[in-house]
Structures are given as structure tokens and as C-alpha cells.
Nanobody
Framework: EVQLVESGGGLVQPGGSLRLSCAAS????????MNWVRQAPGKGLEWVAS????????KYADFVKGRFAISRDNANNTLSLRMHSLRPEDTAVYYC??????WGKGTLVTVSS
């Protein structure tokens, strides 16, 4: 059974930092580029960042460049997203996705004072 389980969300003040994690199982992790996608309240899905299977290439949406860092640990089938300088507009449910085939249930990040 394919499973993607996100963790690490929570309430953080503007300017703060969080680290999200995603534990993957049930598929060959290295065969898939991994993505973080978010959905803000009342809005559609928004791609945030991706990393290829070999963990060589990373890509970011313009609105997170320089603030977020995606990484993966292929030995432990985990994906991470380090988020810094968080803004209220970063408030969203954050999903990890394998390719765009498999999705987790998400973890909520709330940026508010």
C-alpha cells in the first residue's frame, strides 16, 4: 500500500521557521521526483517545490525561492521542506506528492501573530 505521511505543520509567527517531513512507503521512492504542493484556505492547489529522484535537481516556485529548501533522503524514503521567513500568505495545507501520482493527506501550516 502506498503511503505518504506528512508531519511538522503547526502555528508559527511571521518571520519564523518550520520543517515539514514526509515519510514514504509502498513504492520505489527513487523512481519518483517528489513535490511539495500547498492549498491555502479557499484557494486551489499551488505547486511549491520539487526534487528529482537522484536528489540532484531542485526547483522552486518564485514565491518561495530563497526562503524554502526541499531535500530528500533516499536511504530512509523521506522528503523534507525547510521553510524560513514565513509569511501569513504561506498559510496552507502542505502536501507531499510522488510525481503527481501519489499524495499524502497534508499537514497544516498557519503563519499568524
Amino acid at each position: 500500500e502506498v503511503q505518504l505521511v506528512e508531519s511538522g505543520g503547526g502555528l508559527v509567527q511571521p518571520g519564523g521557521s518550520l520543517r515539514l517531513s514526509c515519510a514514504a512507503s509502498g513504492f520505489t521512492f527513487t523512481n519518483f521526483p517528489m513535490n511539495w504542493v500547498r492549498q491555502a484556505p479557499g484557494k486551489g492547489l499551488e505547486w511549491v517545490a520539487s526534487v528529482n529522484g537522484e536528489s540532484i535537481t531542485t526547483k522552486y516556485a518564485d514565491f518561495v525561492k530563497g526562503r524554502f529548501a526541499i531535500s530528500r533522503d533516499n536511504a530512509n524514503n523521506t522528503l523534507s521542506l525547510r521553510m524560513h521567513s514565513l509569511r501569513p500568505e504561506d498559510t496552507a495545507v502542505y502536501y507531499c506528492a510522488a510525481g503527481m501520482s501519489y499524495w499524502g493527506k497534508g499537514t497544516l501550516v498557519t503563519v499568524s501573530s
